[in-house]
């Protein structure tokens, strides 16, 4: 039960779920990330709008919202509800673009800040005078036209005919064509300790208000319908079958008002129903308004089923998190599986001579066996060298990111992911940049050689790092006189140890090249996994609050 000692742990449970819930991604557009989402969204909502403030403020008035289809006769229902006209009625549709909230002027501090609805600024009542008489604005959202009329705001309206305890809030159409105004409808019904659905003699039977219906009833939300403009030679037979519907609905037990079908109901003239076609209603909203053990129960109940509904909620959450978790760890191995296949094979190609081709080949071919031709033989020979090496790391970048690309387009869910992200700077600039570079630390560690041999004086830096890229490059059948070469001109020992440094620094800057490539074309992957610990996140925040409502009496776990 709502009531003054509600454990202060229990709201701090809430808020960390709400905290977990709005923290989750569903970014892959796998088959049920849509329902995740708008899970997500009305469960953040509820806790925002409604549970947590209802928690902190027990004794705040019950609110009410009236919502339903378009030209349900919402509007007009509230106006008459409290005796004049607090909130547009006509018959341009959608009429209802900022929701209105309307109570007692003693009650009027529980609405005037953020407590409930906090994403929704206030706003006061427009006179009538300013009203939109023309309709050019209702007439644009007909037609699906943007605009930021009334967007994000809540006007809050007091009337002394309203009773203390009490507040109506005229939502917008549930089948608005202003998504907008659809989305705003269903979270504030989120925010509703009783929810009136109001719906006509001709819609009853849609299949928009009947979903709404089934949820209000999963939520645990105090429900009311109100079946509005019914013909007087049909009321018994329509009265019936609608009750029939609710029956089958497993909400045979909500209370059922019928107004009858009246000049008013059009909205014309003053907008307001005769008292005695809203009396029941009225007196029922009020009955339980005043009496504050009455208040107590129907707050009670629309809260404990709201905290009823949070494990089922985030436990579909927590399911839908490990599956985008699973599908984003698919994603992740098949494209670091591309990448260790290509940085495979680049060492296999190196050590078969592959790296030695081209113009760089065939400058080699012509210098003979000595280690200089023609002046700035080795200059050019490690210039075609370069280029060769960067045409090779990107071929393999390249058939990287096709392997990749075709993997990710098998699976529906990450076809759209399947192409690299475009970019300023292309692969093959940023390979050729890191090559250039490998290519002066070749030649700083041949200069560092020569020194310690004692050989700097006789020969070019640049003509020593040429015959080493040969040894690492060239394979078996151009490395052996290479390396001879080396051996005379750094001793046994010497060569050996360049060797093995320019081995550590070629095949160093090669992986250093691939897994970079590999680690870009990951990072938008990355962004759309929030991995493993979301889904335990969720439980575990869970699992507190199941733990709280057991200590605060609320429920089992």
Request: hydrophobic share 45%; charged share 25%.
């Amino acid at each position: 039960m709502v009531s003054s000692e509600v454990r202060p742990e229990l709201i701090d449970a809430l808020t960390g779920v709400r905290e977990r819930v709005a923290g989750a991604r569903f970014s892959l557009p796998l088959s049920g990330a849509a329902r995740a989402r708008r899970g997500q969204a009305e469960l953040v909502a509820q806790l925002d709008d409604y549970l947590v403030p209802r928690l902190r403020s027990p004794e705040a008035p019950l609110l009410a919202v009236v919502g339903g289809s378009t030209g349900s006769g919402k509007s007009t229902l509230v106006n008459s509800l409290v005796g004049r006209r607090v909130s547009e009625a006509g018959v341009l549709r959608p009429t209802t673009r900022t929701p209105v909230l309307v109570c007692h002027p003693g009650d009027a501090h529980w609405f005037a800040g953020d407590r409930v609805l906090p994403g929704l600024a206030r706003t006061r009542p427009v006179p009538p005078a300013e009203n939109d008489e023309d309709g050019d604005l209702a007439e644009a959202a007909e037609f699906g036209e943007t605009s930021d009329d009334g967007a994000g705001l809540l006007c809050v309206d007091s009337d002394a005919a309203l009773p203390r305890g009490l507040a109506l809030l005229d939502a917008p159409d549930i089948d608005s064509v202003v998504r907008h105004n659809r989305e705003l409808a269903a979270e504030l019904v989120c925010a509703a300790d009783v929810w009136v659905l109001v719906t006509s003699a001709a819609r009853y039977a849609d299949a928009l208000p009947w979903n709404l219906l089934r949820s209000a009833k999963e939520y645990g939300v105090t429900l009311v319908t109100v079946l509005d403009r019914v013909p007087h030679q049909v009321a018994h037979e329509i009265s019936r079958q609608y009750a029939g519907l609710l029956h089958r609905a497993g909400l045979g037990d909500v209370p059922r008002f019928t107004i009858p079908e009246l000049p008013e109901s059009a909205g014309g003239g003053s907008g307001l129903l005769p008292a005695t076609a809203v009396r029941d209603l009225r007196e029922w909203l009020a009955h339980r308004a005043q009496y504050r053990e009455l208040r107590a129960t129907v707050a009670a109940r629309t809260a404990a089923g709201a905290l009823g509904s949070i494990k089922p909620r985030v436990a579909e959450l927590a399911a839908a998190s490990a599956e985008q978790h699973a599908a984003a760890l698919r994603m992740v191995q098949r494209v670091q599986g591309a990448y260790d296949q290509a940085l495979e094979r680049v060492h296999e190609q190196l050590v078969e001579g592959v790296g030695l081709a081209g113009d760089a080949l065939a400058l080699w071919e012509t210098r003979g066996s000595g280690p200089a031709g023609a002046g700035g033989s080795s200059a050019e020979f490690l210039d075609a060298l370069t280029t060769g090496l960067t045409s090779l790391l990107h071929c393999a970048v390249a058939g990287a990111d096709e392997r990749a690309a075709a993997e990710l387009r098998r699976d529906p869910a990450t076809k759209p992911y399947a192409n690299r992200p475009a970019e300023a700077e292309q692969p093959v600039e940023r390979i050729g940049v890191t090559v250039r570079r490998w290519r002066r630390e070749l030649e700083e560690l041949a200069e560092e050689e020569l020194r310690a041999a004692e050989r700097a004086a006789d020969t070019e830096p640049e003509d020593a790092a040429a015959l080493l890229a040969v040894v690492l490059l060239g394979g078996d059948g151009r490395a052996r006189p290479a390396a001879r070469i080396l051996g005379r001109m750094l001793g046994v020992e010497g060569a050996r140890g360049f060797y093995d440094k320019g081995g550590q620094l070629l095949f160093g800057y090669v992986d250093r090249i691939l897994l970079g490539e590999r680690e870009r074309r990951l990072a938008p992957l990355d962004a759309l996994d929030s991995g493993p610990g979301e889904q335990a996140e969720l439980i575990a925040a869970l699992s507190v609050l199941q733990r709280e409502r057991c200590a605060s009496g609320r429920g089992t776990a």
